[in-house]
């Protein structure tokens, strides 16, 4: 495993009380007439798509509908790649026309999956509008792609990564910034 950097940017309890101020924040950008789904880009957006609908359905006692997306086929270094990519399905159980789409994810780094999303997005029918929601948006962009909501924003010195660890994936939850 990769060193950490010093201490952990977030611990689980951080992380939860991330999500749900992340929950009251999306609440309070949305109109109320806006039908809103939150689309999970895989594979750790998934989860914590999942978990944000919970945070929402406890703070407008409305159910939020819950899709994934696989970028897999999206992304622009598929003919890079060595072997077969993984493709996991896509499952959008809902229209997407005249709604708000909130794509989440773990980190936003360079905005190239983010790119990829848009456009997979766009292949499965035409929303309103598009937000992004990531638990940590990080240094070091390459397209001109921002979150609209982050539960971290942190700098990130050369040569390090962020990861995002999630108890439906990792076993536990927390935000750490380590070498690559």
């Not at 949305?30 to 798509?49: H, Y």
């Not at 086929?73 to 709604?99: N, Q």
């Not at 609209?148 to 942190?154: E, H």
């Given at each position: 495993?990769?060193?950490?950097?010093?201490?952990?940017?977030?611990?689980?309890?951080?992380?939860?009380?991330?999500?749900?101020?992340?929950?009251?924040?999306?609440?309070?950008?949305?109109?109320?007439?806006?039908?809103?789904?939150?689309l999970g880009i895989r594979s750790r957006g998934l989860p914590l798509?999942?978990?944000?609908?919970?945070?929402?359905?406890?703070?407008?006692?409305?159910?939020?509908?819950?899709?994934?997306?696989?970028i897999t086929l999206y992304r622009d270094d598929l003919t890079e790649?060595?072997?077969?990519?993984?493709?996991?399905?896509?499952?959008?159980?809902?229209?997407?026309?005249?709604?708000?789409?909130?794509?989440?994810?773990?980190?936003?780094?360079?905005?190239?999956?983010?790119?990829?999303?848009?456009?997979?997005?766009?292949?499965?029918?035409?929303?309103?509008?598009?937000?992004?929601?990531?638990?940590?948006?990080?240094?070091?962009?390459?397209?001109?792609?921002?979150?609209?909501?982050?539960?971290?924003?942190?700098?990130?010195?050369?040569?390090?990564?962020?990861?995002?660890?999630?108890?439906?994936?990792d076993g536990e939850d927390g935000v750490t910034v380590e070498t690559?």
């Amino acid at each position: 495993m990769p060193e950490a950097l010093g201490p952990c940017p977030m611990d689980p309890g951080q992380m939860e009380a991330a999500l749900r101020r992340l929950a009251a924040d999306l609440v309070a950008r949305l109109r109320p007439e806006e039908e809103v789904v939150l689309l999970g880009i895989r594979s750790r957006g998934l989860p914590l798509a999942e978990r944000l609908a919970t945070f929402l359905r406890a703070a407008t006692g409305a159910a939020v509908p819950v899709g994934s997306l696989d970028i897999t086929l999206y992304r622009d270094d598929l003919t890079e790649m060595v072997g077969s990519p993984i493709v996991r399905p896509t499952e959008i159980p809902f229209t997407l026309k005249e709604r708000t789409v909130v794509l989440v994810d773990d980190v936003l780094y360079t905005g190239r999956t983010v790119r990829a999303a848009l456009d997979a997005l766009l292949d499965h029918g035409r929303p309103r509008r598009v937000m992004l929601l990531v638990m940590a948006d990080r240094s070091g962009r390459e397209l001109p792609i921002q979150a609209d909501l982050a539960g971290l924003r942190v700098e990130v010195p050369p040569g390090h990564r962020v990861a995002v660890r999630l108890k439906e994936i990792d076993g536990e939850d927390g935000v750490t910034v380590e070498t690559c």
